[in-house]
């Protein structure tokens, strides 16, 4: 368990002072940029690893596409069904990046959140991190969660890289279908070359159809979303995410309170909620009083009966964020080893130490 200690004889502030210690190390502020040194560093590496990833999958459907085309086009013979099965292949592939895609924003929100209100709070008055940088990274650490939904992941990676294939497959289809193994003269001729085995041509082509009808419609619906941490918006564009935060205000039930507030402000759909401990516990004024002086959380103290027992207990109410819990939870079993803890998620907690009232 970490605790706090601070030298009387150093000066708050001074370049000495100990950020905090454990187990006989003592962190100073110099140790402490150290490490968020380490700590970027690594972020930076393995969101690079997972954008590495990104283009493999890239890559992957471009060249099952060239394969694809080249046998389909190399003699009048060869089926015009391979290239429906490599439109299949390439969905496949748009699948799996996006789900890596999900994963880059993650370690890509960290750097971010460290250059934006870390690193960049160095150079610009008042010289001071934003308000709850360190909340946002230490519980994205200890509680790692996607910063943008599959949908979106999903339209951003068609927009980029598989609409175009998906566009070029289906005009090679079309093409193939038209000019294989004979000219096309009519509808009817299109219909009945395009058909599959038993599979009749017009439901064929209306698969077809609806499934770039599918594409462009997904790559509409989200071409407004901007939830990615690492999308850079033109000049300009930023000051359209207002009206965007507040269409998914009205379209949820999430208050704007919940959303951070620190100078990231780009994975505001994400909630992040409080925690409400009850502590039912026979001494609750050693409990209270270790959580007051070193979690530094205001207690309540409500009179309980132990409905087994007949004992009276003390029932305390005390509220966290979800980085303290395992701080609470140590100071609990050390204050009071037969106490009963009861951690409850808080959709939201306005008071000290947490929302204001007027926000």
Sequence with gaps: MSETQRDPNI????????????????????????????????????????????????????VTTAAGLTFAFGSPTNPHFVVLLVMLLVLLFLRIEARRYRYYELWTYRVRLMETDFYSAMLVPPFTPGADWAELLAESLLQPEYHISALEALGRRLRRNYLGILVLLALSWTIKVASHPLPVLSVADFLRQASVGPIPGSWITAGVAAFMASALGLSLATMRMQQAAGHVLPKGR????????????????????????????????????????IIITDRGEAVAQRLLEELHRGVTSLPGKGMYTGEQRAVLLCAVRPTEVHHLKSIVRS????????????QEIVGRGFNSFDS
């Design 11 to 62: 000066e708050e502030g001074s370049p000495d002072e100990d950020v905090w210690t454990y187990r006989g190390y003592h962190i100073s502020p110099a140790h402490f940029t150290t490490a968020m040194v380490h700590l970027y560093r690594g972020e930076m590496t393995r969101s690079n690893t997972w954008r590495t990833r990104l283009d493999s999958t890239t890559n992957w459907a471009v």
């Design 238 to 277: 930023d000051r359209a995410r207002p009206s965007l935060r507040r269409w998914f205000r009205e379209r949820s039930d999430i208050p704007s309170e919940a959303m951070p507030q620190g100078r990231l402000r780009l994975a505001w759909p994400r909630v992040r909620r409080e925690r409400l401990c």
């Design 335 to 346: 204050a009071d080893p037969r106490a009963f803890l009861v951690v409850n998620p808080a």
